[in-house]
Protein backbone atom coordinates (compact mmCIF):
# COMPACT_ATOMS: atom_id res chain seq x y z
CA UNK A 1 0.00 0.00 0.00
CA UNK A 2 2.98 2.55 0.92
CA UNK A 3 4.59 1.21 -2.46
CA UNK A 4 1.60 2.70 -4.03
CA UNK A 5 1.33 5.97 -2.13
CA UNK A 6 4.52 6.50 -3.26
CA UNK A 7 4.49 5.53 -6.50
CA UNK A 8 1.46 7.88 -7.13
CA UNK A 9 3.62 11.17 -5.31
CA UNK A 10 5.86 10.79 -8.30
CA UNK A 11 3.88 10.70 -10.84
CA UNK A 12 1.81 13.68 -9.17
CA UNK A 13 5.28 15.38 -9.30
CA UNK A 14 6.21 14.63 -12.42
CA UNK A 15 3.01 16.38 -14.00
CA UNK A 16 3.87 19.59 -11.92
CA UNK A 17 6.96 20.92 -14.29
CA UNK A 18 4.36 20.13 -17.35
CA UNK A 19 1.50 22.02 -15.49
CA UNK A 20 3.82 25.00 -14.85
CA UNK A 21 5.17 25.16 -18.18
CA UNK A 22 2.12 25.45 -19.75
CA UNK A 23 1.06 28.65 -17.64
CA UNK A 24 3.73 30.09 -18.51
CA UNK A 25 3.52 29.28 -22.35
CA UNK A 26 0.03 30.70 -21.67
CA UNK A 27 0.95 34.58 -20.42
CA UNK A 28 3.97 34.41 -22.98
CA UNK A 29 1.47 34.34 -25.70
CA UNK A 30 -1.01 37.01 -23.78
CA UNK A 31 1.89 39.16 -22.98
CA UNK A 32 2.90 39.09 -26.79
CA UNK A 33 -0.69 39.47 -28.17
CA UNK A 34 -0.73 42.40 -26.00
CA UNK A 35 2.58 43.84 -27.05
CA UNK A 36 1.19 43.18 -30.78
CA UNK A 37 -2.32 45.14 -30.44
CA UNK A 38 -0.34 47.98 -27.95
CA UNK A 39 2.29 48.66 -30.89
CA UNK A 40 -0.28 48.88 -33.75
CA UNK A 41 0.43 52.47 -35.88
CA UNK A 42 -2.18 54.64 -35.69
CA UNK A 43 -3.72 56.65 -38.92
CA UNK A 44 -5.93 59.12 -38.15
CA UNK A 45 -8.50 60.43 -40.66
CA UNK A 46 -9.89 63.58 -41.13
CA UNK A 47 -13.70 63.53 -42.42
CA UNK A 48 -16.98 65.63 -42.02
CA UNK A 49 -19.83 65.37 -40.18
CA UNK A 50 -21.48 62.42 -39.37
CA UNK A 51 -24.24 61.11 -41.97
CA UNK A 52 -22.18 63.29 -45.16
CA UNK A 53 -20.47 61.27 -47.57
CA UNK A 54 -16.62 62.27 -46.67
CA UNK A 55 -17.71 60.30 -42.79
CA UNK A 56 -19.55 57.34 -44.78
CA UNK A 57 -16.30 56.64 -46.76
CA UNK A 58 -14.07 57.53 -44.18
CA UNK A 59 -15.88 54.78 -42.08
CA UNK A 60 -15.57 52.35 -45.13
CA UNK A 61 -12.40 52.89 -46.14
CA UNK A 62 -10.73 52.74 -42.62
CA UNK A 63 -12.32 48.80 -42.31
CA UNK A 64 -10.82 47.96 -45.20
CA UNK A 65 -7.11 49.33 -44.46
CA UNK A 66 -7.36 47.72 -40.99
CA UNK A 67 -8.40 44.68 -43.11
CA UNK A 68 -5.45 45.01 -45.91
CA UNK A 69 -2.65 46.09 -43.68
CA UNK A 70 -1.24 44.54 -41.09
CA UNK A 71 -0.34 45.87 -37.77
CA UNK A 72 -2.62 49.24 -38.73
CA UNK A 73 -5.33 51.03 -36.44
CA UNK A 74 -7.54 53.58 -38.22
CA UNK A 75 -9.43 56.26 -36.31
CA UNK A 76 -12.19 57.94 -38.18
CA UNK A 77 -12.25 61.80 -36.81
CA UNK A 78 -15.76 63.62 -37.38
CA UNK A 79 -14.71 67.22 -37.99
CA UNK A 80 -16.58 70.02 -39.81
CA UNK A 81 -14.84 69.59 -42.96
CA UNK A 82 -12.20 70.58 -45.39
CA UNK A 83 -11.07 73.69 -43.89
CA UNK A 84 -10.59 72.07 -40.68
CA UNK A 85 -8.74 68.90 -41.94
CA UNK A 86 -6.58 71.36 -43.81
CA UNK A 87 -5.43 72.75 -40.77
CA UNK A 88 -5.40 69.46 -38.41
CA UNK A 89 -3.14 68.21 -41.42
CA UNK A 90 -0.68 70.44 -41.60
CA UNK A 91 0.38 71.59 -38.31
CA UNK A 92 3.59 70.92 -36.90
CA UNK A 93 3.03 68.01 -35.19
CA UNK A 94 -0.33 66.79 -37.54
CA UNK A 95 -3.66 65.86 -35.48
CA UNK A 96 -4.70 63.37 -38.98
CA UNK A 97 -2.29 61.75 -41.33
CA UNK A 98 -5.12 60.82 -43.34
CA UNK A 99 -7.93 63.68 -44.56
CA UNK A 100 -10.51 64.20 -47.51
CA UNK A 101 -10.09 67.53 -48.66
CA UNK A 102 -11.80 69.97 -51.26
CA UNK A 103 -9.24 70.64 -54.25
CA UNK A 104 -10.06 74.68 -53.76
CA UNK A 105 -9.09 74.51 -50.09
CA UNK A 106 -5.91 72.55 -50.73
CA UNK A 107 -5.51 74.75 -54.28
CA UNK A 108 -5.93 77.75 -51.75
CA UNK A 109 -2.93 77.02 -49.60
CA UNK A 110 -0.85 76.02 -52.51
CA UNK A 111 -0.92 79.22 -54.15
CA UNK A 112 -0.05 81.18 -50.40
CA UNK A 113 3.38 79.27 -50.89
CA UNK A 114 5.73 77.75 -52.74
CA UNK A 115 6.99 75.32 -49.93
CA UNK A 116 5.68 71.68 -49.38
CA UNK A 117 2.52 71.65 -47.19
CA UNK A 118 3.53 68.52 -45.42
CA UNK A 119 0.88 66.44 -47.48
CA UNK A 120 0.34 65.07 -50.97
CA UNK A 121 -2.26 63.31 -52.75
CA UNK A 122 -3.57 59.52 -53.00
CA UNK A 123 -6.16 60.27 -55.48
CA UNK A 124 -8.84 62.67 -56.75
CA UNK A 125 -12.64 61.60 -56.05
CA UNK A 126 -15.67 62.81 -57.27
CA UNK A 127 -16.83 66.47 -57.89
CA UNK A 128 -19.22 67.79 -55.28
CA UNK A 129 -22.08 70.40 -56.20
CA UNK A 130 -22.39 73.85 -54.50
CA UNK A 131 -26.34 73.38 -53.94
CA UNK A 132 -28.22 76.60 -52.65
CA UNK A 133 -31.41 75.16 -51.00
CA UNK A 134 -34.43 77.56 -50.59
CA UNK A 135 -38.24 76.99 -49.84
CA UNK A 136 -40.30 76.40 -52.96
CA UNK A 137 -42.74 78.96 -50.98
CA UNK A 138 -40.23 81.48 -50.32
CA UNK A 139 -40.46 83.61 -53.21
CA UNK A 140 -36.71 83.35 -53.50
CA UNK A 141 -36.47 82.68 -57.50
CA UNK A 142 -32.46 83.38 -57.44
CA UNK A 143 -29.10 84.56 -55.85
CA UNK A 144 -29.81 88.18 -56.07
CA UNK A 145 -32.55 87.87 -53.58
CA UNK A 146 -31.16 86.30 -50.87
CA UNK A 147 -29.87 90.10 -49.89
CA UNK A 148 -31.13 90.78 -46.51
CA UNK A 149 -32.24 86.97 -45.91
CA UNK A 150 -30.80 85.16 -43.38
CA UNK A 151 -28.86 82.72 -44.79
CA UNK A 152 -26.77 79.41 -43.35
CA UNK A 153 -23.27 79.08 -45.30
CA UNK A 154 -22.30 76.16 -43.41
CA UNK A 155 -20.50 75.31 -40.50
CA UNK A 156 -16.77 77.64 -39.73
CA UNK A 157 -13.73 76.12 -41.09
CA UNK A 158 -16.09 73.94 -43.77
CA UNK A 159 -15.19 73.90 -46.92
CA UNK A 160 -19.03 75.09 -48.10
CA UNK A 161 -18.90 77.78 -45.58
CA UNK A 162 -15.91 78.75 -48.36
CA UNK A 163 -17.79 78.33 -51.44
CA UNK A 164 -20.48 80.51 -49.81
CA UNK A 165 -18.99 83.49 -49.17
CA UNK A 166 -17.48 83.20 -52.56
CA UNK A 167 -20.80 82.81 -54.20
CA UNK A 168 -22.22 85.14 -52.68
CA UNK A 169 -19.48 87.52 -53.59
CA UNK A 170 -19.69 86.94 -56.85
CA UNK A 171 -23.38 88.55 -56.93
CA UNK A 172 -22.40 91.29 -54.76
CA UNK A 173 -23.87 90.02 -51.77
CA UNK A 174 -21.08 91.04 -49.30
CA UNK A 175 -21.15 90.31 -45.45
CA UNK A 176 -23.25 92.29 -43.79
CA UNK A 177 -26.01 92.63 -46.43
CA UNK A 178 -27.68 89.28 -44.90
CA UNK A 179 -27.77 87.64 -41.56
CA UNK A 180 -25.59 84.95 -41.56
CA UNK A 181 -25.70 81.38 -39.79
CA UNK A 182 -22.75 78.62 -39.68
CA UNK A 183 -24.91 75.62 -39.19
CA UNK A 184 -24.08 72.03 -40.09
CA UNK A 185 -26.45 70.50 -42.81
CA UNK A 186 -28.71 68.56 -40.43
CA UNK A 187 -29.07 72.05 -38.23
CA UNK A 188 -29.98 73.90 -41.32
CA UNK A 189 -32.42 71.55 -43.00
CA UNK A 190 -34.33 71.58 -39.59
CA UNK A 191 -34.15 75.33 -39.41
CA UNK A 192 -35.16 75.38 -43.15
CA UNK A 193 -38.70 72.99 -41.75
CA UNK A 194 -39.00 75.63 -39.39
CA UNK A 195 -38.58 78.32 -40.65
CA UNK A 196 -36.06 80.22 -39.15
CA UNK A 197 -33.42 80.43 -42.14
CA UNK A 198 -34.20 81.50 -45.53
CA UNK A 199 -31.00 79.57 -47.25
CA UNK A 200 -28.63 76.97 -47.04
CA UNK A 201 -25.77 76.02 -48.75
CA UNK A 202 -24.82 72.30 -49.03
CA UNK A 203 -21.41 71.42 -50.90
CA UNK A 204 -21.28 67.79 -51.44
CA UNK A 205 -22.22 64.94 -53.92
CA UNK A 206 -25.75 64.65 -54.83
CA UNK A 207 -27.78 63.79 -53.91
CA UNK A 208 -27.65 64.67 -50.90
CA UNK A 209 -28.97 62.60 -48.17
CA UNK A 210 -30.02 65.83 -45.74
CA UNK A 211 -31.28 67.72 -48.67
CA UNK A 212 -33.63 64.51 -49.78
CA UNK A 213 -34.90 63.79 -46.71
CA UNK A 214 -35.72 67.90 -45.76
CA UNK A 215 -37.96 67.87 -49.54
CA UNK A 216 -39.83 64.92 -48.25
CA UNK A 217 -41.04 67.21 -45.44
CA UNK A 218 -40.99 70.76 -47.10
CA UNK A 219 -41.18 71.99 -50.94
CA UNK A 220 -37.97 72.78 -51.79
CA UNK A 221 -35.87 74.62 -54.54
CA UNK A 222 -32.41 74.41 -55.79
CA UNK A 223 -31.18 78.25 -57.34
CA UNK A 224 -29.28 77.86 -60.53
CA UNK A 225 -25.29 79.54 -59.55
CA UNK A 226 -24.99 80.40 -63.39
CA UNK A 227 -24.67 83.01 -65.63
CA UNK A 228 -22.00 85.66 -65.78
CA UNK A 229 -21.08 85.34 -61.80
CA UNK A 230 -20.90 81.32 -62.37
CA UNK A 231 -18.35 82.29 -65.01
CA UNK A 232 -16.75 84.49 -63.46
CA UNK A 233 -15.25 82.25 -60.77
CA UNK A 234 -14.84 79.21 -63.38
CA UNK A 235 -12.19 81.40 -64.83
CA UNK A 236 -10.60 83.28 -61.89
CA UNK A 237 -10.76 79.17 -59.76
CA UNK A 238 -9.50 76.58 -62.24
CA UNK A 239 -10.67 74.13 -59.40
CA UNK A 240 -14.32 75.15 -60.03
CA UNK A 241 -16.08 73.19 -62.82
CA UNK A 242 -19.55 73.77 -64.16
CA UNK A 243 -22.18 71.00 -63.04
CA UNK A 244 -25.87 70.02 -63.47
CA UNK A 245 -28.07 68.51 -61.08
CA UNK A 246 -30.20 66.75 -62.80
CA UNK A 247 -34.65 66.95 -62.58
CA UNK A 248 -35.47 64.60 -60.07
CA UNK A 249 -32.99 64.34 -57.98
CA UNK A 250 -34.83 65.51 -54.86
CA UNK A 251 -38.67 65.23 -54.23
CA UNK A 252 -40.40 68.27 -56.32
CA UNK A 253 -37.31 69.46 -58.01
CA UNK A 254 -38.98 69.10 -61.73
CA UNK A 255 -36.11 71.23 -63.75
CA UNK A 256 -32.08 70.80 -64.23
CA UNK A 257 -30.10 72.67 -62.54
CA UNK A 258 -27.15 74.67 -62.90
CA UNK A 259 -24.45 75.19 -60.46
CA UNK A 260 -20.52 74.64 -59.86
CA UNK A 261 -18.67 71.71 -58.21
CA UNK A 262 -15.44 71.10 -56.87
CA UNK A 263 -13.58 67.79 -56.63
CA UNK A 264 -12.68 66.00 -53.63
CA UNK A 265 -9.29 64.28 -52.82
CA UNK A 266 -7.85 61.99 -50.58
CA UNK A 267 -4.62 62.96 -49.06
CA UNK A 268 -1.65 61.99 -46.83
CA UNK A 269 0.73 63.58 -44.58
CA UNK A 270 4.23 63.21 -44.82
CA UNK A 271 4.69 61.61 -41.74
CA UNK A 272 3.30 58.69 -43.14
CA UNK A 273 5.88 56.38 -44.96
CA UNK A 274 5.77 55.89 -48.81
CA UNK A 275 5.49 51.88 -48.31
CA UNK A 276 2.45 52.68 -45.83
CA UNK A 277 0.91 55.42 -48.90
CA UNK A 278 1.32 52.69 -51.18
CA UNK A 279 -0.47 49.97 -49.52
CA UNK A 280 -3.26 52.56 -48.52
CA UNK A 281 -3.27 53.34 -51.84
CA UNK A 282 -3.59 50.03 -53.31
CA UNK A 283 -5.97 49.08 -50.44
CA UNK A 284 -8.11 51.88 -51.93
CA UNK A 285 -8.07 50.65 -55.34
CA UNK A 286 -8.93 47.21 -54.61
CA UNK A 287 -12.30 48.31 -52.86
CA UNK A 288 -12.97 50.53 -56.18
CA UNK A 289 -15.91 48.01 -56.37
CA UNK A 290 -17.56 48.60 -51.98
CA UNK A 291 -16.01 51.97 -52.22
CA UNK A 292 -18.62 53.21 -55.05
CA UNK A 293 -21.56 51.94 -52.43
CA UNK A 294 -19.89 54.16 -49.62
CA UNK A 295 -21.67 57.49 -51.01
CA UNK A 296 -24.60 58.72 -52.26
CA UNK A 297 -22.68 59.49 -55.61
CA UNK A 298 -22.87 57.54 -58.78
CA UNK A 299 -19.24 57.07 -58.30
CA UNK A 300 -16.24 54.29 -58.90
CA UNK A 301 -12.89 54.93 -58.61
CA UNK A 302 -10.48 54.48 -61.53
CA UNK A 303 -6.78 55.04 -61.00
CA UNK A 304 -6.56 57.11 -64.63
CA UNK A 305 -9.32 59.40 -63.41
CA UNK A 306 -7.90 59.83 -60.19
CA UNK A 307 -4.80 61.38 -61.19
CA UNK A 308 -6.25 64.00 -63.24
CA UNK A 309 -6.39 68.01 -62.55
CA UNK A 310 -5.13 67.24 -58.97
CA UNK A 311 -4.17 70.65 -57.02
CA UNK A 312 -1.27 68.96 -55.41
CA UNK A 313 1.52 66.72 -56.22
CA UNK A 314 0.82 63.29 -55.56
CA UNK A 315 2.66 61.33 -51.92
CA UNK A 316 5.42 59.29 -52.98
CA UNK A 317 3.95 56.56 -51.76
CA UNK A 318 0.79 57.21 -54.10
CA UNK A 319 3.18 57.90 -56.85
CA UNK A 320 5.07 54.92 -56.70
CA UNK A 321 1.91 52.37 -56.41
CA UNK A 322 1.04 54.61 -59.89
CA UNK A 323 4.24 54.55 -61.72
CA UNK A 324 4.12 50.43 -60.74
CA UNK A 325 0.68 50.30 -62.51
CA UNK A 326 2.03 52.74 -65.72
CA UNK A 327 -0.46 55.01 -64.57
CA UNK A 328 0.75 58.22 -65.95
Not at 71 to 87: C, F, I, M, P
Request: glycine residues 8%; charged residues 20%.
Amino acid sequence: MKAQVKEHRRRHLRRKPVRVLSVIVVFVLAALTAACSGNAKEIRMGTARIGGNYYSFGITFAQFLMDDIRGVDVQVKATTGSGANLRMITQKEPEIELALLQADVISELADKSDSSPGFGAIAGLYTEAVQLVVRADSGIREVSDLAGRVISVGEAESGTEKNALMVLSAYGIDPGTYTCRNLNYAGAAHAMEDGSIDAFFCTMGTPATVIGALAKKVPISLLDISGEEAEAILDTYSFFSSYTIPAGTYTGLNRDVKTIGVKSVLVASDTLSAGVVKKITQSFFDHAGELRYAVTVDYKPNPAEAVKDLPIALHEGARAWYKENKIQ
